[in-house]
């Protein structure tokens, strides 16, 4: 099935380190959600990026959306235990029509 | 708001068995419901799209005599596993959007997922 890239596939860092997830399409999208997913949960809606160069905030959560609309990325700054989890991008537009084609996800894992 | 269930949470069948599995939209009508599977550790991969009153939409690879998807109202959907075989043990998530659709926004509401297991 289609797939957004989604890079790193793991990363395990210390308490209070920071941490970025990259997605990368190669098809111009109308938007990108991300989303996150607790070990044994569902997947849960974060946020939504629309424009062209959007940036977007939440507490520690710094949500980018590239100048063409192909690529994002989701930086946390200084992690915290609560922070474990899978973290997926997900892309609507270009190629992928009006679905929703998740990346392959980043699973973090954070040492206390 | 916008919370959406599914029944059952988990269940163990079978193999050569039926399985329903519904999804629920408790507190919005769903125009359109997404039925999506994951592996473990691996991403959510889109099965159909069902919308109200219409026949589903499957993706490329997924056999619809197998994964019978019926979307009787406006808050219901159901995915029925027919003829289960320990390879379609996987964790089954669905999703709906919500109406009125508000433009530009795509956003779906996931419900809690139902993990098949199929012995």
């Known amino acids: 099935g289609q797939q957004v890239m989604q890079i790193p596939q793991y990363q395990h860092v210390q308490e209070g380190e920071d941490f970025t997830t990259y997605c990368n399409s190669s098809t111009t999208l109308s938007n990108i959600q991300w989303y996150k997913q607790r070990p044994g949960g569902h997947p849960v809606f974060l946020i939504q990026?629309?424009?062209?160069?959007e940036v977007k905030k939440q507490k520690r959560l710094t949500f980018q959306f590239g100048e063409a609309k192909k690529n994002s990325s989701l930086h946390i700054t200084a992690t915290q235990t609560t922070d474990v989890g899978t973290y997926f991008c997900?892309?609507?537009?270009?190629?992928?029509?009006?679905?929703?084609?998740f990346g392959a996800g980043t699973i973090l894992r954070v040492k206390s | 708001g916008a919370v959406v269930s599914q029944h059952p949470s988990w269940v163990i069948c079978k193999s050569g068995t039926s399985v329903k599995i519904e999804c629920r939209s408790l507190d919005f009508q769903a125009t359109t419901m997404f039925w999506y599977r994951q592996f473990p550790k691996q991403s959510l991969m889109l099965m159909a799209t069902?919308?109200?009153?219409?026949?589903?939409?499957?993706e490329q690879g997924v056999e619809k005599d197998k994964f019978l998807i019926n979307h009787a109202s406006l808050t219901l959907s159901t995915l029925t596993v027919t003829s289960a075989h320990p390879e379609d043990s996987s964790f089954y998530i669905c999703s709906a959007e919500g109406f009125p659709r508000m433009v530009r926004s795509y956003e779906q509401y996931f419900g809690p997922g139902t993990r098949l297991t199929v012995t």
């Open positions: 069902s919308n109200e009153g219409s026949k589903a939409t499957y």
């Open positions: 990026l629309v424009k062209s160069g």
């Open positions: 997900a892309a609507i537009g270009g190629e992928y029509g009006n679905k929703l084609v």
